[in-house]
Nanobody, 126 residues
């Protein structure tokens, strides 16, 4: 099972951008479809973006579409999330997730993932 560690969060201002990274270890990273989720205080974990094993297909939540880009570098065992034009509503803990698969699809539901990182906090001030 792959282990995941996120980085790149912090305190930013509204309108800023942030780039989150997630590094995998302990298994063949390219065997995993990857996703990003976020959890705001007092709320459930919501899907943000996902990407297939080879990075050829991507999916985004409607709430962030147009402001977010997911990408991966299998040579470096990393998946990244670029968030632009941040608002206070983007304040949340952001989690990287992995699902081992032989298919070329991405997954948008929390229960579809089997490995999770500890998360990285993004706080957007107005």
């Amino acid at each position: 099972q792959v282990q995941l560690i996120e980085s790149g969060g912090g305190l930013v201002q509204a309108g800023d951008s942030v780039r989150l990274s997630c590094e995998g270890s302990g298994d063949i990273f390219s065997d995993y479809a990857m996703g990003w989720f976020r959890q705001a205080p007092g709320k459930g974990r919501d899907f943000v973006a996902a990407i297939t094993r080879a990075g050829t297909r991507k999916g985004y939540a409607d709430s962030v579409k147009g402001r977010v880009t997911i990408s991966r570098d299998n040579a470096k065992n990393t998946v990244n999330l670029q968030l632009n034009n941040l608002t206070p509503e983007d304040t949340a803990r952001y989690y990287c997730a992995a699902r081992q698969t032989v298919t070329g699809v991405w997954y948008g539901r929390e229960y579809e993932y089997t490995a999770w990182g500890q998360g990285t906090q993004v706080t957007v001030s107005s």
